[in-house]
């Protein structure tokens, strides 16, 4: 069955960078796009971008051109969204989700504060 | 970007009422619409893709269609199991764009 397992929550600093994870089992990694995707608490969802990790193409929504970069393992099955120069506005729980969104991970938090 | 009015922002209905939350495109998307609904602390369910197609294990209760630019999510009859936010998605364009979000309670 297909599964995506995030990275567990993070607490980190204005200013750093952080990198989450979603690994994939289940699947053929590397013939499906896998999403990004925002919540703010108490807010809507927003699409931060997909990248296919058979070749390593990327999509990014223009909004987190800088903001994140998305890079993945073909070895571990593994997906990584790098968020960098964080602020209170990265503060959310960001999920990642395959080609079509049918599976999701569970989520991880991230929360930015001194 | 595609804006994804969804309406309303919240709704209160009794059990077994017939419930409908519609999401209004702002340019042509055809039929790539996806509604999700979420629970509390979980992640988003896909119910229905390409406007209409009920997505694998989903109650038949629930619907999708299309009149123009409003797409809409019907549940025929409503059960306490389908208190959730509900949010709408196009994936015509980059970037996607959702709705607003629906939250959805039982009055």
């Known amino acids: 069955q297909v599964q995506l397992q995030q990275s567990g929550a993070e607490l980190v600093k204005p200013g750093s960078s952080v990198k989450i994870s979603c690994k994939a089992s289940?699947?053929?990694?590397?013939?499906?796009?896998m999403h990004w995707i925002k919540q703010q608490p108490g807010n809507g969802l927003e699409w931060i971008g997909w990248i296919y990790p058979g070749n390593g193409n990327t999509k990014y929504n223009q909004k987190f051109n800088g903001k994140a970069t998305l890079t993945a393992d073909k070895s571990s099955s593994t997906a990584y969204m790098q968020l960098s120069s964080l602020t209170s506005e990265d503060s959310a729980v960001y999920f990642c989700?395959?080609?079509?969104?049918?599976?999701w991970g569970q989520g991880t938090l991230v929360t930015v504060s001194s | 970007d595609i804006q994804m009015t969804q309406s309303p922002s919240s709704l209160s209905a009794s059990l077994g009422d017939r419930v409908t939350i519609t999401c209004r495109a702002s340019q042509d998307i055809g039929n790539y619409l996806t509604w999700f609904q979420q629970k509390p602390g979980k992640s988003p369910r896909r119910m229905i893709y390409g406007a209409t197609n009920l997505a694998a294990g989903v109650p038949s209760r629930f619907s999708g269609s299309r009149s123009g630019s409003d797409y809409s999510l019907t549940i025929s009859s409503l059960e306490s199991e389908d208190v959730a936010d509900y949010h709408c998605l196009q994936s015509i364009q980059y970037p996607h764009t959702f709705g607003s979000g629906t939250k959805l309670e039982i009055k």
């Open positions: 989700a395959r080609e079509r969104f049918a599976y």
């Open positions: 289940g699947y053929t990694f590397t013939s499906y796009d």
